[in-house]
Each structure stands twice: as C-alpha cells, then as structure tokens.
T-cell receptor, first 114, second 109 residues
Framework: DTEVTQTPKHLVMGMTNKKSLKCEQHMGHRAMYWYKQKAKKPPELMFVYSYEKLSINESVPSRFSPECPNSSLLNLHLHALQPEDSALYLC?????????????FGEGSWLTVV | DAKTTQPNSMESNEEEPVHLPCNHSTISGTDYIHWYRQLPSQGPEYVIHGLTSNVNNRMASLAIAEDRKSSTLILHRATLRDAAVYYCILKGATNKLIFGTGTLLAVQP
C-alpha cells in the first residue's frame, strides 16, 4: 500500500474562514511534506516534517499553519487566506527525509478562496 | 540543491521508445537524481531515481552519464497513458525535492 490520502478533495472558503486540509499515510513513513501547485506551474515546497517535527519552512506566510499530530497524520490549517492562495495543495510522505528516499504524493486538495 | 535543465516539450509515437534528457552540470557528489511525472489533475508520481549507476524498474530506465552531469530517462515503449510532465530533480543534503519546469511529453497514436 503506497497511498497518501488527502481530504477534502475540493474546498471553497471565504477570506475570513478557518479551515483545515488533512493528509494521512499508513506506510510507516517518518517524513511528510506539503506542496502548493498553481495552474500550469510545478509544485512548490512549503513544509517538511521529519519525525513529527517541522524541519523545513520555505518562508510560507503565517496564514498557513502546519501540524503533525502523529507519524501518520499531517494537517494544514488555513486562516485569512487570499484569493491568490487558490491552488492545488499536495501532501507527500517518504520513509525518511534523506536524499535517496522515494516520495509518495497524494492526489491533492483543490482549494478555492473567494 | 543544484538545478536541472530539461527541454520544455517532446513528442513521441505510441509503442516507440522515448529518451527524455536532463542536464545537471552542477550536481554534487551526494545529489540523487530523481524523476517524477505528473498526469493532468493528479499528484506527481515517482518514476525512478539513482545516484551513480544506471537503474531499471518496471516503469523506466535511468541512464546516468559517467561524469553525472547529465542523465536520460528511457521509456521503453510509450503508451498514451505516458503523456505527462516529466520532472528531473536533484535531491541532496538539504533533503528538499524542488521541482523545475519539467518536460511535457506528448504521445501520438
């Protein structure tokens, strides 16, 4: 089972709303990632968690708040987003964060901010 | 991590081999060469990766130049389902998988 599950698949939220994106994997992976992808652009790395601790934050605005409650779950809390934050948000995981590890991606959550 | 250079697009015919090139002249000794692909409206999918030696798996082969400054992803028999954006990515000591613009592969029937 090489599956990363993301919910919801689609989310529409207002600029004053608070919502969360959820990601789950049961492969025993200890590294988890959030990426953001705008239309016709490559994915951009946002955050990396290694052993449930935030190890990389690519200067992401504080309106995006990641959380890793345990080794299987990764959340992305959203608050006071702007319309330009509308994008596909991809979660991924790997056995560890080392350079030789395969990264498995979920199908993504499509976010629209209105 | 070092950057890669790929052609913006390539075209292939169905059931023929496809060679997707990637240049990475500033690769360091600890950088792994990863290939991912992304079909429309899907998350990226792992294809193959290697460090120094050529690699084969059920999806593709990866040929790495002796000086490691370039590599080639080989799809042995292209199918329509192989039409996607293919990303060649170096992953090294920073542990970041940073995507470039990739190669858009079109497969003609």
């Amino acid at each position: 089972d090489t599956e990363v599950t993301q919910t919801p698949k689609h989310l529409v939220m207002g600029m004053t709303n608070k919502k969360s994106l959820k990601c789950e994997q049961h492969m025993g992976h200890r590294a988890m990632y959030w990426y953001k992808q705008k239309a016709k652009k490559p994915p951009e790395l946002m955050f990396v968690y290694s052993y449930e601790k935030l190890s990389i934050n690519e200067s992401v605005p504080s309106r995006f708040s990641p959380e890793c409650p345990n080794s299987s779950l990764l959340n992305l809390h959203l608050h006071a987003l702007q319309p330009e934050d509308s994008a596909l948000y991809l979660c991924a995981s790997s056995r560890s964060a080392g350079p030789g590890n395969t990264i498995y991606f979920g199908e993504g959550s499509w976010l629209t901010v209105v | 991590d070092a950057k890669t250079t790929q052609p913006n697009s390539m075209e292939s015919n169905e059931e023929e081999p496809v060679h997707l090139p990637c240049n990475h002249s500033t690769i360091s000794g600890t950088d792994y060469i990863h290939w991912y692909r992304q079909l429309p409206s899907q998350g990226p999918e792992y294809v193959i990766h290697g460090l120094t030696s050529n690699v084969n798996n059920r999806m593709a082969s990866l040929a790495i130049a002796e000086d490691r400054k370039s590599s080639t992803l080989i799809l042995h028999r292209a199918t329509l389902r192989d039409a996607a954006v293919y990303y060649c990515i170096l992953k090294g000591a920073t542990n970041k998988l940073i995507f470039g613009t990739g190669t858009l592969l079109a497969v003609q029937p």
